[in-house]
């Protein structure tokens, strides 16, 4: 946002729909073990595509970013946890908080122990937290927020598009 001249007229809004919804929800599994089970990555390979992305990271400011040693999971909760938390007026620091925790850290953030740790570093209501979480309160909200506010693609007119089934690209650096 920085680079763009009209950034303090944006305010970014973080949106909960989850990714990984195929891994089990009560456990977690190895960046390494999942390249390979699903995507057939392993190795040398692994290892290159994800230094390359904690570059990338790093090049943009966010550092440390943990890739390939981290782990998976099922991001349902995790994502509910954001609504909850964006419901009291903490959608951004939950955001950073999640981010800084799971890529920063490499700590997981899929299970409600590690959900209420959070919480707590947000200063919400603990016991308000686990129960929005274990009722499933944002359940819906997370599982619809795709089909309303899915990713899109802005472009000038006659530009193409910067964003591809491989991600978006990233505006140079001035």
Request: contains cysteine; charged residues 20%.
């Amino acid at each position: 946002m920085e680079r763009f001249a009209h950034s303090d007229q944006v305010e970014v809004v973080h949106r909960s729909f989850p990714l990984g919804g195929s891994f089990p929800a009560d456990r977690t599994v190895s960046v390494r073990e999942a390249l390979l089970s699903q995507y057939g990555i392993g190795g040398a390979q692994a290892e290159a595509t994800t230094r390359q992305i904690e570059a990338l990271a790093a090049s943009e400011g966010l550092s440390p970013y943990r890739v390939l040693d981290n782990a998976v999971g099922n991001t349902g909760p995790a994502h509910e946890f954001l609504a909850h938390a964006s419901a009291q007026g903490e959608n951004r620091e939950a955001w950073e908080t999640v981010f800084r925790t799971y890529f920063g850290r490499a700590e997981p953030v899929f299970a409600l122990n590690d959900l209420l740790k959070l919480s707590d570093e947000l200063g919400l209501d603990r016991d308000q937290t686990r129960q929005v979480l274990t009722e499933r309160r944002y359940r819906t909200q997370v599982r619809t927020a795709w089909h309303e506010n899915h990713p899109v693609t802005l472009t000038a007119a006659g530009a193409t598009q910067s964003c591809g089934p491989d991600g978006c690209a990233v505006p140079a650096r001035p």
